[in-house]
């Protein structure tokens, strides 16, 4: 078998075309112990997403963990699961295609924007290769994740440098590495809380709960942590809010080792306990609600705090389709394509000329 694939047949005068490939977490086809299984055994596969020696780690995956979790899994993927599938995938899709029509809108109506999933589908490699076979010979990645993590963006730049490998003619790639600071994202957040409390008031406290990793990443070098307590500080300023009524935690901590700390639950439940009698809550480190959102925090989360003493718990939705983050994605979008779309295009005569000169010089087509 050839190492590398056969390019897609190629016309001259073609336009090249510049892709924009949106990419997010993943998720399994349904809510059911039989598509969790698949999909749970790629996502803790990645050793970066869980960095424990690979022969032990095999034993405890195979062994205990695909045995034991799918089900279990499978029934909080069901409590949320909307009729168009899930809500990961639902959101990141809108999203992609929105953020296509703002880009037309804005005066670039030639770009291919694409979304997949780093785990499950549409996969990395069959978008990107869909992209080729589109034409596509600048890309930019545009990971779903506001702020860095080697076990999140990290993982979504091997994937593609893996898929590229088998590519004869590799195309311009750049990367967002991360937007946790970025003013249009820390807007968007600011303005969803400001008309969730117009509708409904302001709480005592309101809490940004992001998704853990273990602690041992913050002190080999990963910046996650200190890029998820930037946009809380930011989104803090943003609301005017003193520093006692903003907390920063972190939730979906997962086995025994010490996680980045404070922990979402555990914090939800000693305020209750303390007096707080509303929190609302927010997740700044998601831009689509999915399980660890609408399950975790709107629903278990919940749960801890009114069965502590809390009086009112609100949840406030992440940012999903909000015209004010589709707004500063397409702004994100547009500083990182750059010169690839400030430079003028060739028109179609210079494209022609070019095709004319191929064709005397040999060219089949």
């Known amino acids: 078998m050839a190492r590398y694939w056969t390019e897609p047949a190629y016309e001259h005068g073609t336009r090249p075309r510049i ?16 598509a969790l299984r698949p999909y749970l055994k790629q996502f803790l596969s ?26 279990k899994s499978a029934a909080k993927y069901a409590s949320i699961w909307m009729d168009e599938g899930s809500p990961l995938k639902v959101h990141t899709e809108r999203q992609a295609k929105l953020l296509a029509g703002y880009l037309t809108n804005a005066g670039y109506p030639d770009l291919q924007v694409r979304w997949a999933m780093r785990y499950g589908n549409p996969s990395v490699p069959d978008t990107l290769n869909a992209m080729r076979a589109g034409g596509c010979t600048r890309i930019l990645i545009v990971p779903a994740y506001p702020q860095y993590s080697s076990s999140t963006t990290g993982s979504v730049m091997d994937e593609v440098a893996h898929c590229l490998r088998q590519w004869r003619n590799l195309p311009e790639i750049r990367y967002v590495r991360s937007f946790h600071d970025d003013p249009g994202y820390i807007e968007a957040i600011a303005r969803s809380v400001r008309d969730h409390w117009a509708r409904n008031g302001e709480p005592d406290k309101l809490v940004m709960s992001f998704h853990g990793v273990p602690r041992r990443t913050l002190d080999l070098g ?14 803090a300023e943003a609301l005017s809010l003193p520093a006692e009524r903003a907390l920063i935690t972190f939730q979906s901590r997962f086995g025994k080792a010490e996680w980045l700390q404070p922990y979402t639950q555990p914090t ?4 209750a306990r303390g007096g707080t009698r509303r929190v609302d809550v927010i997740c700044p480190g998601f831009v689509s609600d999915c399980l660890e959102t609408l399950e975790e925090i709107a629903m278990e989360c919940r749960d801890a705090f009114l069965s502590q003493g809390g009086q009112s718990f609100h949840y406030i939705p992440c940012l999903n389709e909000r015209h004010e983050w589709i707004a500063a994605l397409t702004a994100l979008t547009r500083r990182n394509l750059g010169n690839w779309i400030e430079a003028p ?8 000329t070019s095709r004319g000169r191929a064709l005397a010089m040999g060219a089949s087509r």
């Not at 892709?19 to 039989?34: C, D, F, I, Q, R």
């Not at 939800?268 to 305020?271: D, R």
């Open 222 to 235: 990963d910046p996650y942590h200190c890029e998820c307590h930037k946009t809380g500080r930011l989104v």
């Open 46 to 71: 990645d050793p970066r997403v869980v960095e424990i020696p690979r022969p032990i780690w095999w034993l405890i995956l195979n062994g205990i963990i695909l045995n034991v979790r799918p089900a």
């Open 19 to 34: 892709g924009v490939l949106l990419v997010n977490l993943g998720t399994p086809e349904a809510p059911t112990a039989g």
């Open 268 to 271: 939800l439940e000693a305020l």
């Open 345 to 352: 295009a060739a028109d179609q005569a210079q494209l022609d």
